[in-house]
């Protein structure tokens, strides 16, 4: 309970630790948040506790921007919320996949000269993606620029299906022991699916370089045969990164020509398992952003470890196969948007640690990556200035408008406003 000697107390101690005494709370998040409740089945762990942790911090950050007339509109009260799976309710759940069904279904706005395979709106996502993976994942971009995809795939959801919810994350511990008996992952009609029919010859993922040197096959690897997307029609790859087994060939060498097959996966507990609770808390310990970027990805190799893939690779493979499991279109499976929404939402907890010191953190910002997302700004003496990163371009082409990089760095006011979302 709060009480006048208690608060009194808590101002001391502030200004003890030579902090701005201010009294909070600058807004009413916490009825926000507890009016979105987490399923009791899992107990809040290490990291949703440093999320909620943060939420002062956030809450006085927003108070200095919005004095300063710099949150575009953007409040705690007004920001939408991007729930976990299982916290959503079974209703909330179908709709998602509803929405997902319905954006496949739509006719592709992609160049169908250059994407024949591309045939519905879901596709023109996976065409982005499969012709910029390098862009995308490039030091610089691979957070901001996976906001910013993640969050114009979340509007066509809303805007042109109808959708009323937002992008739902996963929390991979909630699933890493038994990932096929999980509410993600068990096939049932409100879960994202089921595994893959076994298929032998399908191995598992490489991964040289680690010890042991694959993600081992957990059973699957062919056709789903259970849940949402059991009649799901895959239209484009593979591409020459594939990882899948037997695959039908695309009639184009970079995979972007019609190939109509099932969506194939393996789901596998040895990938979930590198992404567990322990190690999202140990990543979000780093307080510079290139440990934090470099663990992510699994570097330095974890030793002594059976899962060290780091958590960027575990989630890609948590049930990946095809074309999940090929880096270039990997968002053709829909729980691509459950991983990299994860990863932004550990993105957004590092930073909340210390809004003001993290937000515009890039990592390696001094390595020179020739690799603009299409080109510098506009702006005449920004094209002459390729040392500040924040500068580049994010040009998503035919998915959206072009905006630079520090837009994306800021889920609470970015993009002129248009970004506006926490994660609960
Ligand atoms: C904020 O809201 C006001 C009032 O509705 C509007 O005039 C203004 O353009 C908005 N600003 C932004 C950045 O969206
Ligand atoms: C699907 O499975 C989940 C997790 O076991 C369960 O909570 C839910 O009731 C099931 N829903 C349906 C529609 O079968
Ligand atoms: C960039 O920074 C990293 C880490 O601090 C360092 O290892 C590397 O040598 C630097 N590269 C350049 C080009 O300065
Ligand atoms: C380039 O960007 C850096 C970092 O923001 C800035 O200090 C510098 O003045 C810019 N140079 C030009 C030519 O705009």
Redesign the pocket.
């Given at each position: 309970m709060w009480t006048i000697q208690g608060a009194l107390m808590s101002l001391t101690l502030l200004a003890g630790a030579g902090a701005v005494a201010l009294d909070g709370p600058f807004s009413n998040y916490q009825t926000k948040i507890s009016n979105s409740p987490r399923n009791p089945?899992y107990p809040i762990d290490s990291v949703d506790k440093m999320e909620t942790d943060a939420m002062p911090n956030v809450d006085m950050w927003m108070h200095k921007k919005t004095v300063a007339n710099k949150n575009n509109n953007c409040t705690l009260e007004n920001a939408a919320i991007r729930k976990e799976w299982?916290d959503m309710s079974?209703t909330e759940r179908?709709a998602y996949t509803a929405a997902l069904k319905c954006l496949m279904k739509l006719p592709a706005k992609s160049d169908k000269t250059r994407f024949s395979g591309a045939v519905s709106r879901y596709d023109d996502f996976v065409a982005f993606h499969m012709t910029h993976a390098m862009q995308l994942h490039d030091n610089v971009h691979l957070f901001g620029a996976h906001k910013y995809f993640v969050w114009l795939f979340e509007k066509a959801l809303r805007d042109e299906c109808g959708y009323t919810g937002y992008q739902p994350y996963m929390n991979y511990d909630r699933y890493a022991e038994d990932p096929g008996?999980?509410?993600l992952l068990?096939g049932?009609?409100?879960?994202m699916g089921g595994n893959g029919a076994p298929d032998p010859s399908y191995k598992g993922v490489p991964q040289y370089g680690r010890t042991p040197n694959i993600i081992k096959s957990g059973g699957g690897g062919g056709c789903v045969t259970e849940g949402p997307f059991a009649d799901m029609v895959v239209n484009l790859g593979p591409t020459s990164m594939a990882t899948g087994s037997k695959l039908p060939k695309n009639p184009k060498a970079d995979g972007t020509g019609p190939n109509p097959r099932c969506l194939r996966r393996d789901v596998n507990r040895n990938a979930a398992m590198g992404a567990t609770n322990a190690k999202a808390y140990s990543l979000l310990q780093n307080t510079e952003m290139n440990k934090f970027y470099d663990q992510l990805l699994g570097s330095p190799v974890p030793k002594n470890d059976p899962y060290p893939w780091g958590i960027h690779t575990a989630g890609h493979y948590i049930a990946a196969v095809d074309p999940g499991g090929d880096p270039n279109t990997s968002p053709g499976d829909p729980l691509f948007y459950f991983h990299h929404t994860a990863l932004d939402r550990l993105w957004w907890i590092w930073q909340m640690q210390d809004p003001t010191g993290r937000l515009y953190d890039v990592p390696y910002s001094n390595a020179t990556m020739p690799m603009p997302m299409k080109g510098r700004s506009t702006d005449t003496q920004d094209a002459q200035n390729d040392t500040n990163p924040l500068e580049t371009m994010v040009d998503m082409e035919w998915l959206g408008p072009p905006i630079k990089l520090f837009e994306t760095h800021d889920q609470l006011g970015g993009n002129g406003g248009q970004f506006c979302y926490i994660y609960v």
């Open positions: 089945v299982s079974e179908q008996n999980s509410p068990n049932n009609a409100s879960s």
